[in-house]
């Protein structure tokens, strides 16, 4: 596996490949990789000639109160997952590299970047949408891969790949679960052992709302309800937002049918953890 820490680099490797005829993924992290993304790599190498992975806190994501700083970092690590499960080049860049020091250039959506996550990180999607049309434009990849968990994201990232007219294929892959059903998350390690499992309260939320759901209720409000109430039971959550929003266009909805979204943030003490289910999507199932 070959790591480069330039766009230059990276730009003459995918180059060489694409002569040969090769078809090249691409999988976008922030590193602090786990079987998440490790299901990503897995999808991307199963399906194409070349993996490419970036590893790269994304500065301008992050608002100025958020965790930027502390944003959990282990490249040493990554790169044996990586290595692992097949990746062929990993590209870990300085924030110079990405961004110069008067860059002034970005990518920004309304609609679909209003709700949910958006509603409370107002710059998010925007540095999100910036760092992958880089990527994207660096690597010009077959196919680009991203998680569920990060549903909002991902309904982002179609949307702006059918805008800009980018020759692509986004492809989503399943949220990756602990046996006890907590989902996947980098974040997760900020957890103390009584967070951890208070967390838990997200993902038996996420089953009741699929066990409702599956009984045939089709009504917002009395969905979310009984969320709502599920999380209540918690005292250590505190519930940024519980939200049905149409698959497509990720804005509210009070009636819903397959395909559309019911997604959640909570905080367990300082962490801030996103989950979320497709109506009509298999039930996650988990240890009691």
Same mark, same amino acid.
């Given at each position: 596996m070959k790591t480069v820490t330039t766009i230059a680099d990276l730009r003459a490797q995918v180059k060489e490949w694409k002569k040969e005829g090769l078809t090249v993924g691409l999988c976008p992290t922030m590193g602090y990789l786990h079987e998440g993304?490790?299901?990503?790599?897995? /999808?991307?190498?199963?399906?194409?000639?070349r993996t490419v992975a970036s590893v790269f806190v994304n500065p301008i994501q992050f608002g100025p109160t958020e965790d930027l700083a502390t944003y959990p970092r282990d490249f040493e690590r990554d790169c044996q997952l990586l290595e692992e499960h097949g990746v062929d080049l990993v590209f870990h860049p300085e924030d110079r590299e990405m961004y110069a020091e008067d860059f002034s250039?970005? *990518?920004?959506m309304q609609v679909l970047s209003t709700t949910l996550c958006g509603a409370s990180r107002p710059i998010h999607f925007r540095g999100v949408c910036t760092v992958i049309t880089k990527l994207l434009n660096t690597?010009?990849?077959? /196919?680009?891969?991203?998680?569920? /968990?990060?549903?909002?994201?991902?309904? $982002? $990232? #179609?949307?702006?790949? #059918?805008?800009?007219?980018?020759?692509?294929? *986004? $492809?989503?892959?399943p949220i990756v679960r602990e046996p006890d059903g907590l989902a996947k998350s980098s974040r997760n390690t900020y957890l103390s052992a009584e967070e951890r499992k208070a967390a838990l309260i997200l993902s038996r939320s996420i089953r009741l709302g699929q066990d409702l759901c599956e009984g045939g209720e089709r009504n917002?409000?009395? =969905? =979310?309800?009984?969320?709502k109430d599920k999380l209540a039971t918690e005292p250590m959550a505190n519930v940024e937002y519980v939200e049905v929003v149409n698959g497509e266009n990720m804005q509210p $909805?009070?009636?819903?049918?397959?395909?559309?979204? *019911?997604?959640?943030a909570v905080r367990i003490g300082s962490t801030r953890l996103i989950d979320n289910f497709t109506v009509g999507d298999p039930k996650i199932t988990f240890a009691e």
């Open positions: 993304h490790a299901s990503l790599m897995d /999808k991307s190498v199963s399906c194409c000639d250039t970005f *990518v920004d690597v010009n990849p077959d /196919k680009i891969f991203f998680g569920q /968990k990060d549903a909002q994201q991902l309904a $982002i $990232i #179609r949307r702006m790949v #059918r805008d800009l007219n980018f020759d692509v294929e *986004v $492809i989503g892959c917002s409000a009395a =969905l =979310l309800g009984a969320m $909805i009070d009636t819903f049918q397959e395909g559309d979204l *019911v997604a959640m």
